[in-house]
RNA sequence: CGCGGGGUAGAGCAGUCCGGUAGCUUGCCAGGCUCAUAACCUGGAGGUCGUGAGGUUCAAAUCCCACCCCCGCAA
């Protein structure tokens, strides 16, 4: 099958690797190079990366609404043209021009979670499980039809760089089986519909009042890009990890209950900080901060 | 040339400004003590202070030069 791959970040990586070795991968569309990392180097994405390592050749088109974008894609004369995570707009010339139309890979289970964050949003918000939703697109976010989903459980130790990787290794193996076999298109449910909004950094700053649990989502949703944070004598501590201690507790909060930095949160509950980062160091846990560290007990952060 | 922090015992840090062969916490080993507390006490091992048969100096972890590596911010 003649393919086209529209997709920029690592998630998308594993995606356009699975396509390759069982399809003629044509083409793949992906967002330009751009200043990035210390120095502000022109880097390219990884998808294009993993395109020229497989010999594919790339388009980094700004917009495909301009100039031509659209006639160059038709003329192309995909059978099909699978879309992950790319993040452009695609006009209606492009969704029309393939023979199977376009398919996406979103990283939900629909329709729960559209949009630009689905993967840390899940977790945040304490779902079970998360999965990846393989549908056809059309003109609206993410509102196509389905055609085949996978789910992944979301537990106490799944953080968002866990997910997204389980997320992409299945979207893989989905995209393959969808091509192998076209299923039945089924539309979306009209309830159950939520929205995952882009991820800002100002949500990583901890607000301790919050309960422990909703401390304790947001920390391993944001584990690790943003990372939660708190801050301490003017520093930025990023948490990456913690346990929510089963306990009552009677304390103001943000105030540090022991010296193994278990920290009063709302509604009397507590939680345990064990692997976090100071500015210019290393991820560590908590025993090996505290070693260099004064964080005592009655202190507040 | 975007801004900045850092590389010192297994681990986490101090010492660097005001040069004089290294210290703290923890871990480890040995012994003791304890109902219990990240328990406590005593003794011990462990470091070419990122690299350079570099520069300055009587003397460099500390000052100068070059290079390598790690990380934070911003994007």
């Known amino acids: 099958m003649k393919v086209i791959f529209m997709g920029t970040p690592d998630f998308s990586v594993p995606v ?10 044509i083409c793949v569309y992906t967002q330009p190079p751009r200043p990035a990392g210390r120095g502000n180097k022109l880097v390219s994405s990884p998808v294009q990366q993993a395109a020229e390592r497989l010999n594919i050749p790339v388009r980094t ?5 301009k100039g031509n974008a659209t006639q160059e894609f038709q003329d192309l004369q995909a059978d099909v043209a699978i879309v992950c995570a790319y993040g452009l707009i695609l006009p209606q010339g492009v969704l029309d021009a393939p023979k199977m139309g376009c398919i996406n890979v979103h990283a939900s289970l629909l329709p729960r979670w559209r949009g630009a964050a689905p993967i840390q949003r899940a977790i945040e918000a304490g779902d079970t499980q998360s999965g990846v939703t393989i549908m056809q697109m059309d003109a609206g976010l993410d509102t196509g039809d389905m055609l085949l989903k996978g789910v992944v459980p979301i537990d106490e130790n799944t953080t968002a760089q866990v997910l997204h990787d389980a997320l992409s290794k299945q979207g ?11 299923p039945e298109p089924i539309k979306q449910p009209e309830t159950g519909i939520t929205y995952a909004e882009k991820i800002q950094k100002t949500e990583a700053l901890i607000d301790w009042s919050l309960p422990a649990q909703q401390i304790k989502n947001k920390i391993m949703a944001f584990n690790p890009y943003p990372a939660a944070y ?8 990023k948490v990456f990890n913690a346990q929510v201690e089963e306990i009552e507790i009677n304390a103001a909060a943000g105030e540090v209950l022991d010296n193994t930095l278990l920290i009063a949160c709302g509604n009397n509950t507590a939680l345990r900080l064990t692997q976090l980062q100071r500015e210019g160091k290393k ?18 952060i």
């Open 61 to 65: 088109p700004v917009s495909l609404r």
């Open 16 to 25: 356009l690797e699975a396509l390759a070795t069982h399809h003629d991968v």
């Open 230 to 237: 708190f801050m301490l004598n003017g520093e930025r501590i």
């Open 283 to 300: 991820r560590m846990s908590a025993s090996d901060l505290l070693k260099g560290f004064e964080l005592k007990k009655g202190s507040t």
């Open 172 to 182: 893989a193996e989905l995209i393959i089986k969808v091509l192998e076999n076209m």
